[in-house]
């Protein structure tokens, strides 16, 4: 089944009152979708948040066994998405909408400034696949490197991707 198909018999059942939640082949298509991501746009030009995901992305990735994986970050400003309502969306949509890519991550604001973070894996439609959020940095105190990695690590774990290692 593809991801179209699995989301317009989502809907049905949805109009039907029918639907009583995720499926265990709707989460295996998410996660199969980002395993088999041959080329996956990072939308940041921060140096340190592009290392921590390119550098799970390829544990992961690696471990299964997908050799010609291309992870790369977006060649254009993202900053722009600090003016909308709900930045790290946008910086995907921004992704998306100028790249080839696969899938993408965001990672950016929640929403208005002291919202916290969030960080968002979408599809080469802009469909979100999994995410994940954080508190405000003056709450968790933690560095940029850490909190990424918490996220990205949170977001695969919400899908079945796992790794010992965490």
């Known amino acids: 089944m593809k991801i179209e198909e699995s989301i317009k018999c989502a809907y049905v059942e949805s109009y039907n009152g029918t639907r009583k939640g995720d499926k265990k082949e709707e989460v295996e298509l998410i996660k199969q979708t980002i395993l088999n991501a041959k080329n996956i746009v990072v939308a940041t030009n921060n140096p340190k948040k592009f290392k921590v995901v390119r550098d799970i992305l390829l ?13 790369s970050k977006i060649d254009m400003p993202t900053e722009v998405s600090d003016l909308t309502r709900m930045p790290a969306l946008n910086k995907g949509l921004i992704a998306v909408d100028t790249s080839n890519a696969d899938i993408v991550i965001a990672r950016g604001r929640f929403g208005v400034p002291g919202s916290g973070s969030m960080l968002l894996i979408m599809d080469n439609k802009g469909r979100i696949l999994t995410g994940s959020l954080s508190p405000s940095s003056i709450i968790h105190k933690e560095s940029i490197e850490d909190t990424v990695k918490n996220e990205l690590i949170d977001a695969l774990k919400r899908i079945g991707i796992t790794d010992n290692r965490w």
């Open 59 to 71: 544990e992961i990735l690696d471990k299964e066994k997908n050799k010609n994986i291309v992870v």
